[in-house]
């Protein structure tokens, strides 16, 4: 099993950056098969959401709402996942979680969520 902890969130007013990180942590075999990481995030009241993936290769994938201003980047290294937010706006607002799963099974791991909040 996976364990992942995010850090980075806080209060910004629009226009403004914020970079979250999150580093993964378990067993060798249970880091050695992640592949895809991502970050989610979820609006009071609605459903959790895509932000943003990267799979280990760094193949990247961008919900419409953030291309161009969000960045996704990973350190296989440190097992860890970052997601580089810039020109934030205050719908950007919400609890943004770390994901990974891994190949052949697809099991997945989430972190226990980080708040973003953006004031207009």
């Known amino acids: 099993q996976v364990q992942l902890v995010e850090s980075g969130g806080g209060l910004v007013q629009a226009g403004g950056s914020l970079r979250l990180s999150c580093a993964a942590s378990?067993?060798?075999?249970?880091?050695?098969?992640?592949?895809?990481m991502g970050w989610y995030c979820q609006h009071p009241g609605k459903q959790r959401e895509l932000v943003a993936t990267?799979?280990?290769?760094?193949?990247?994938n961008y919900a419409d709402s953030v291309q161009g201003r969000f960045t996704i980047s990973r350190d296989n290294a440190k097992n860890t996942v970052y997601l580089e937010m810039k020109s934030l706006k205050p719908e950007d607002t919400a609890v943004y979680y770390c994901?990974?799963?891994?190949?052949?099974?697809?099991?997945?791991?989430w972190g226990q969520g980080t708040q973003v909040t953006v004031s207009s």
């Open positions: 990267i799979t280990r290769d760094g193949r990247t």
């Open positions: 378990g067993s060798i075999f249970s880091i050695l098969t992640i592949n895809d």
């Open positions: 994901n990974s799963r891994a190949r052949g099974t697809g099991n997945e791991s």
